[in-house]
């Protein structure tokens, strides 16, 4: 199972919108609406943000959003702040039982 | 309020076994799949093995299938994962998961994570 495809960075400044892709195959995000994305924060452990490719865990603020088309998925942060940054992953299930992630995005704010 | 605690971390040599632990609290345990989740130095993070809530099913990505094995005590509200034949792509921070509370397709809840080191 190949890890799906993240852009290595993206950046914005303060209350700018970005947006990270996660490019995947048929056999996982195309077929599957199981896409959840996380963020890490150096010498952390990840956090979930989304899950099930929309749906936000309480507490997580509305700026995060998530969608799909075919086989990309995408997340949107927008009102970017400082306390954003940090490594972002995506993960599909992808079938028989297994999970498969995004190789990861460094968000920077400018 | 949830926890999971790893352990059980540390170096080894290659061929070596290992056996990590992780203790949970905060839910009940029994109710709810497990994962192991791990990320190389530096690296991305790969899933590598899930559970089922009473431990009757497990599955394995391809890279650790035949040489580790996860197995829980829910009496212990404890998580294990028995590594074995371990090589040095095998070092990274090994993380347990606990599944969604509605829904099992992501990891809602994280360890801190414990480091093996193979070499």
């Known amino acids: 199972q190949s890890a799906l495809t993240q852009p290595r960075s993206v950046s914005g400044s303060p209350g700018q919108s970005v947006t990270i892709s996660c490019t995947g195959t048929s056999s996982d995000v195309g077929t599957y609406n199981f896409v959840s994305w996380y963020q890490q924060r150096p010498g952390k452990a990840p956090k979930l943000i989304i899950f099930d490719v929309t749906k936000r865990p309480s507490g997580v603020p509305d700026r995060f959003s998530g969608s799909k088309s075919g086989n990309t998925a995408s997340l949107i942060i927008s009102g970017l702040q400082p306390d954003d940054e940090g490594d972002f992953y995506c993960?599909?299930?992808?079938?028989?039982?297994?999970?498969?992630f995004g190789t990861g995005t460094e968000v920077t704010v400018l | 309020e949830v926890q999971l605690v790893e352990s059980g971390g540390g170096v080894i040599q290659p061929g070596g076994s290992l056996r990590l632990s992780c203790a949970a609290s905060g839910f009940n345990f029994h109710n709810f799949a497990m994962h192991w989740v791990r990320q190389a130095p530096g690296k991305g993070l790969e899933w590598i093995s899930l559970?089922?809530?009473?431990?009757?099913?497990?599955f394995y990505s391809d890279s650790v299938r035949d040489r580790f094995t996860i197995s829980r005590d829910n009496n212990k509200n404890s998580l294990y994962l028995q590594m074995s034949s371990l090589k040095t792509e095998d070092t990274a921070f090994y993380y347990c998961?606990?599944?969604?509370?509605?829904?099992?397709?992501?990891?809602?809840?994280w360890g801190q994570g414990t480091l093996v080191a193979v070499s």
């Open positions: 998961a606990k599944v969604g509370k509605n829904g099992d397709s992501f990891f809602e809840y």
């Open positions: 993960c599909s299930f992808a079938g028989s039982y297994s999970w498969v």
């Open positions: 559970i089922s809530g009473t431990g009757g099913n497990t």
